[in-house]
C-alpha cells in the first residue's frame, strides 16, 4: 500500500472535519459581534458542551457503521440500533432542556454564574433534536466510508457549513435575536441540513450493493453483537466529551471565571481544528487495514501526520496567525483575546498526540477490541480529573491547567492503546518489532 494511497482516501475524512471544526469559529466569531459578546460566548460554550455530552453515545457509530454494515442485513441491523439511540437521547435532551433537571446540571454541578445561565436553557431548548440528527448522519457516513466513499461525507460537511453559516450570518444582520439564539439555531439548521444530504446520498448504495438482492458472504450479524461490540465505544465517546463539562467545572471555580468561560471555546475551537487530521484517521486506518502487510504504511503515514500537525500548530502559535485569527477573525475583546492568545503555547504536543492515539485506536477497533479502547479513556479521564483537581486545590490558571491535564491525560492514553495493541493484536506485535529490527 502507497502512501498515496492512503493520503487519497483519508484527504475527504479530513476535509470533512476540518469544515466541520470551521462551523464553530463561525458561530462563535458572529456572536463576538453582537451585544453582550462575553456572557453570550460562554452560554453557547456550555451550550455546545452539554449538547455534545449528551450525543456522546452515538459520537462513535462512524466506526461500528464503517467497520460492521457490510451487507443490506447488517444495515438494516444498525439502522434500527441507531433509532433506538435517537429516541433515548432526545428524551434525556427534553429532560435537561424542559424539567428543573436543568438547575441542577448547569447551576448546581457546572457551578454557571447566573447571568450566564439564564441564556444557557434557551440554547438547550432549540438543541433539543441534536443528538437524534448527529446519531442518523454519523450512521450513514459510516457505511459511505466502508463502501469505499469518503467524499460524500465532505460533501456533506460541507452544506452543513453553508447552511449553519448562512444562518447565524442571517439572523445576525437580519433580527434582534440573542447572539446564544443565532449561535444555537445555526448548528440545530446545519445538522438537518447534513442528516438530509446524508439520507440521500446513500440511495445508490440501497440501490446497489445494500440491495435485497445484493449477494453477501458475510456472516450474519445479530442485535446482541452490535451492542457489545458498540459499547466500549459508545463509554469511550462519553468519557471524551465529558472532558469540555469537567473543564468548564473547572473554568467556572479558578480565576477570572467568566472571561475563561468565555476564552475557552475559541481556543476548543483552535484545537479541534488543529485535530482534524487526527479526528479524520480511526476510520481510514479501519477502512484501509486489510492484513499485515498494510500495518507498517499505515504507521507511516500516521507518524508522518502527526509531526506534521506539530509543526503547523506551533507556527500558528508563535505567528502573528494567532493574534489575526482571534482579534481579526473573532474580533474577541482585548481580555479575552490575550488569555486565549497566551494560553496556545501550553496546548502545543496535544494535537500531535492526538494523532498518535487514534491510530493506535483505528488499528484496535478495526482488531474487534474496543473494550481496549474503552479502558485507554479511563486511563485518560482519570489523569485529566487528578490534574484538574490539583489545579483547582492549588489555584492555578484555568486554561493553562486544563492544557496540562489534556495533554498529560492523551499521553498517558497512547502508553495504554501501545501496549494493549502490542498484547492483543499478534500480526501488530510482529509487524512492530520487525520495524525496530
Not at 101 to 115: A, C, E, K, N, Y
Request: glycine share 6%.
Amino acid at each position: 500500500m502507497k502512501q498515496r494511497e492512503i493520503f487519497w482516501f483519508w484527504l475527504p475524512l479530513f476535509a470533512s472535519w476540518l469544515l466541520m471544526t470551521a462551523e464553530g469559529p463561525i458561530v462563535s466569531a458572529s456572536i463576538n459581534r453582537l451585544p453582550n459578546e462575553v456572557i453570550m460566548l460562554a452560554a453557547q460554550g456550555i451550550v455546545v458542551s452539554l449538547s455534545v455530552t449528551i450525543e456522546s453515545p452515538i459520537i462513535n457509530l462512524l466506526a461500528t457503521s464503517t467497520a460492521l454494515v457490510k451487507d443490506r442485513a447488517s444495515f438494516l441491523l444498525v439502522r434500527r440500533f441507531t433509532v433506538h439511540w435517537m429516541v433515548l437521547l432526545t428524551a434525556v435532551s427534553i429532560a435537561i432542556a424542559f424539567t428543573p433537571l436543568f438547575d441542577l446540571i448547569v447551576r448546581t454541578w457546572l457551578g454557571t454564574p447566573d447571568d450566564v445561565a439564564t441564556w444557557v436553557r434557551p440554547g438547550m431548548q432549540i438543541m433539543t433534536l441534536w443528538s437524534a440528527a448527529i446519531a442518523w448522519r454519523r450512521f450513514l457516513q459510516g457505511v459511505l466510508i466502508h463502501f469505499n466513499q469518503p467524499r460524500k461525507m465532505a460533501w456533506g460537511t460541507a452544506v452543513r457549513l453553508l447552511t449553519s453559516g448562512g444562518t447565524v450570518i442571517g439572523l445576525s444582520l437580519l433580527t434582534d435575536l440573542p447572539g446564544v439564539v443565532n449561535g444555537t439555531t445555526a448548528l440545530m439548521a446545519g445538522v438537518v441540513a447534513e442528516a438530509i444530504y446524508a439520507t440521500i446520498a446513500i440511495r445508490p448504495l440501497l440501490q446497489n450493493e445494500l440491495s435485497e438482492t445484493a449477494v453477501s458472504d458475510e456472516d450474519s450479524l445479530t442485535y446482541q453483537d452490535l451492542f457489545w461490540f458498540h459499547l466500549p465505544l459508545a463509554g469511550t465517546a462519553v468519557m471524551v466529551l465529558l472532558v469540555q463539562p469537567l473543564v468548564t467545572f473547572s473554568l467556572a471555580r479558578l480565576d477570572r471565571p467568566t472571561q475563561s468561560l468565555a476564552a475557552w471555546p475559541v481556543v476548543f475551537q483552535i484545537m479541534l481544528m488543529a485535530r482534524a487530521a487526527a479526528l479524520a484517521l480511526p476510520e481510514a486506518v479501519i477502512a484501509l487495514t486489510k492484513g499485515p502487510n498494510s500495518y507498517a504504511p499505515i504507521r507511516r503515514f500516521s507518524l508522518t501526520l502527526a509531526a506534521v500537525v506539530g509543526l503547523a500548530v506551533t507556527l500558528f502559535a508563535f505567528s502573528p496567525l494567532a493574534r489575526l485569527y482571534l482579534f481579526g477573525v473573532q474580533d474577541m475583546t482585548s481580555e479575552v483575546g490575550t488569555l486565549a492568545q497566551s494560553s496556545l503555547i501550553y496546548f502545543l504536543f496535544f494535537p500531535t498526540l492526538t494523532v498518535i492515539g487514534m491510530w493506535l485506536r483505528g488499528v484496535l477497533i478495526n482488531g474487534r477490541k474496543t473494550t481496549a479502547v474503552n479502558v485507554a479513556m479511563v486511563v485518560n479521564m482519570t489523569v485529566t480529573v487528578i490534574v484538574l483537581v490539583i489545579g483547582l486545590a492549588k489555584q492555578w490558571p484555568g486554561l493553562p491547567t486544563a492544557a496540562v491535564a489534556l495533554t498529560l491525560a492523551v499521553l498517558a492514553e497512547i502508553i495504554y492503546l501501545a501496549w494493549r495493541a502490542q498484547h492483543d493484536l499478534p500480526l501488530f506485535a510482529t509487524k512492530m518489532a520487525t520495524r525496530s529490527i
